[in-house]
């Protein structure tokens, strides 16, 4: 099924248009509880892998099964789990490498120490679909033999739907201050701040980061800011944005009906964080960085 993204409550051009030079086209991903195969985008689901490619394990000193440092999990290497997949077909704004057209984004099930942050580690792979289905396929991904459930996705269709957001974090400090007074009269009039009907925070390729602490852009080593390609977020109900083809209520309306949280993929990320994959695309190989917020 094809997802529809509502209109918004307002027209941003006519109420606030120094706005506008700051839209970004994201596709929001929806994902929702499912059987997914390895030939379909997903969340969680499995990947088209080569039988002949080892599997992604993770041997981190000091990964542990909880956040925030208790019960450290060890020696033997946990296996990666699948966190996304997605084919070219399915998210046409999506910029791929050339002669690939499948990404898939895994990641250990263990949170990791990174200073400031305990994430789990993303591992990205760029695939041609055509070359890796003329091989033998990998038919049973091994299982992790522990895991921090926080980061362990249920299997989850998507449904991709493109869109255009406007930035929560990521703009100057007096459009931010201008932006923030204006939500408060928004939400006074229409019951709705400009951050919920104009930002997202759920799943998503490209777009803005959904930060929901301030933002930590990386740097490539080459000097230049990355481009945000995906992220994976806790939030998946939606609130404005909930698909027209979920609302309990008439019509289009914002304030209709919210996306059941057991119909999603079941990762509460700390405490309803996200993880946001950035990647360079002028750099050989793209290299990708990879932040988390709660």
């Not at 995906?230 to 979920?246: D, K, Y």
């Amino acid at each position: 099924m094809r997802f529809t993204v509502p209109p918004p409550p307002l027209d941003l051009a006519e109420h606030f248009p120094d706005l506008l030079p700051h839209a970004r086209s994201t596709t929001l991903l929806y994902p929702r509880a499912g059987a997914p195969s390895r030939q379909e985008s997903s969340l969680g689901g499995p990947l088209l892998w080569p039988a002949n490619e080892p599997w992604p394990m993770c041997s981190a000193s000091g990964h542990c099964a909880m956040a925030y440092g208790s019960a450290v999990v060890g020696p033997a290497p946990v296996a990666a789990v699948p966190v996304l997949q997605l084919f070219a077909r399915d998210v046409p704004a999506l910029i791929f490498p050339v002669g690939r057209d499948v990404l898939q984004v895994l990641w250990c099930p263990l949170v990791h120490d990174e200073g400031d942050q305990w994430c789990p580690v993303p591992m990205i792979r760029w695939r041609s679909s055509v070359e890796t289905a003329a091989e033998p396929l990998l038919d049973d991904a091994p299982q992790p033999y522990e895991f921090d459930e926080d980061f362990l996705p249920r299997a989850c269709s998507v449904h991709p739907a493109e869109t255009v957001e406007y930035p929560n974090w990521d703009m100057p400090q007096e459009l931010s201050e201008r932006v923030g007074r204006w939500s408060e009269e928004m939400e006074q009039t229409l019951g709705i701040s400009y951050f919920d009907a104009f930002s997202t925070s759920q799943s998503k390729v490209g777009g803005y980061p959904g930060w929901t602490q301030s933002p930590q852009w990386p740097d490539c080593a080459c000097g230049e800011r990355m481009e945000h390609l995906v992220t994976v977020s806790a939030s998946e109900s939606c609130g404005r944005w909930l698909p027209v083809e979920e609302r309990t209520g008439p019509g289009s309306g914002w304030d209709h009906g919210t996306a059941p949280e057991d119909n999603s993929h079941g990762m509460d990320m700390g405490d309803m964080g996200g993880v946001y994959i950035f990647v360079c695309r002028s750099c050989p190989g793209w290299p990708t960085a990879h932040r988390y917020d709660c």
